[in-house]
């Protein structure tokens, strides 16, 4: 048997107290390789994950998928050099662990309608927790494991609860950490500010022209970023929150702190949750550079591999909830922030211009602030200054 290496919890931020194991992709007794996956680990924030430091078999898992864990915690054990894995015929051979009598792992025990269904849906039994007497995987077994499939918890199905009543079935799924925790900062944030919200409407005409302009010559000079929406509300933003600081202010206790600059949080929408990356001093960022940093964060939000320092921060958010088809909502406050922007669906809608009626491409904005920082003047001149650049997007080249 080769020499037992340890596996620790990383080293977690000042910010992020301790953690939850999400996630083990390999079993006790199972070969890894370096640098392979073995478990997820769920902050507040964000999904770490860990890695085999060497080539060998899981000899020991200490903590279990759903247990709290803090920085440097001993999680697991591996034995270095205990087990390999050679390719033949364009395959892999596993190499059986030493000490492993394979005799000795047998095969789970399943019903007849669960074997059927496990082969109609080609699922490897061995990946399903019976429930049944002995372990026996039932046909409820199944297709709790296929429902968990099609819509994944952050946790296995040993922490799911399948309530079966005749032929219908309730699944208890464990809240993800992250899921948590934005829960409890949204109702924070109503129960600690006085939020108001104020609202708008804009003329998308003049934006979408200058896309339907350039949006090729755009993508072709910088490397495929695509010309979107949310570089020019950005922008906008940035101008409005050096003209209105208190917007670009937070709340410590009985003190405002007034930022010298301008870090956007950009919501957006992850398989674990809503995560709001932070574009930092985008009073120095172009377009191009907006759009590509938004795309980028898009990626890694999907597969999960936002950092925590991309993620903490920003003085200011925007939320477009208009992707989904939202027309109009009051988005929440994220503290210590003062204010957050929504964008909504754009939709045609008659609109009286110079007496003339005409059909234009609106789009309705929220201004949600806390009223003990932000005045209802400041919060409308705010929205309308946001509303001016927009429609006229020179003033943007032109900083008026």
Not at 303 to 314: A, C, M, N
């Amino acid at each position: 048997m080769g020499m037992k290496i340890e596996i620790k919890a990383p080293a977690l931020p000042e910010s992020v107290p301790d953690g939850t194991i999400a996630t083990w992709y390999k079993k006790k007794g199972e070969p890894v390789s370096r640098d392979e996956l073995l478990v997820d680990i769920e902050t507040d924030k964000v999904v770490i994950e860990v890695v085999s430091p060497t080539d060998g078999i899981l000899e020991e898992i200490v903590k279990v998928s759903g247990q709290t864990i803090v920085s440097d915690e001993l999680i697991g054990k591996v034995s270095e050099g205990a087990g390999a894995t050679s390719t033949k015929s364009g395959g892999t051979q596993v190499v059986e662990p030493e000490g492993v009598d394979r005799s000795e792992i047998s095969e789970p025990l399943l019903s007849p309608a669960a074997k059927k269904l496990a082969e109609e849906n080609k699922v490897n039994p061995q990946s399903i927790l019976g429930t049944g007497k002995d372990g026996r995987v039932t046909k409820e077994d199944v297709v709790s494991h296929l429902s968990a499939k099609e819509s994944p918890s952050e946790f296995p199905e040993t922490q799911n609860s399948v309530a079966p009543v005749g032929d219908r079935l309730e699944e208890r799924v464990p809240m993800s950490r992250l899921r948590s925790t934005v829960a409890k900062r949204m109702l924070q944030a109503s129960q600690t500010t006085a939020m108001l919200t104020t609202f708008n409407e804009v003329n998308m005409a003049p934006i979408m022209e200058i896309r339907r302009r350039y949006k090729d010559e755009f993508e072709s000079t910088h490397g495929g970023v695509r010309l979107g929406f949310m570089s020019f509300f950005v922008r906008a933003s940035t101008e409005a929150l050096k003209r209105f600081p208190a917007v670009n202010a937070s709340l410590d206790g009985d003190d405002m702190i007034y930022h010298g600059y301008q870090d956007i949080s950009v919501a957006i929408g992850s398989p674990r949750g809503l995560v709001a990356p932070v574009l930092r001093n985008t009073d120095h960022m172009g377009l191009a550079q907006i759009e590509k940093e938004i795309r980028d964060f898009g990626e890694k939000a999907k597969d999960g591999k936002l950092s925590i320092d991309e993620i903490s921060g920003g003085t200011f958010t925007i939320s477009n909830g208009g992707v989904f088809g939202s027309l109009l909502s009051t988005p929440i406050v994220n503290p210590p922030q003062t204010a957050v922007l929504g964008m909504h669906k754009i939709q045609e809608r008659a609109v009286v211009i110079d007496g003339q009626i005409k059909a234009l491409p609106m789009m309705y904005l929220a201004l949600s602030y806390d009223h003990q920082m932000i005045d209802g003047k400041e919060a409308v001149q705010f929205l309308v200054a946001i509303k001016e650049l927009l429609e006229d997007p020179t003033r943007l080249l032109l900083e008026i």
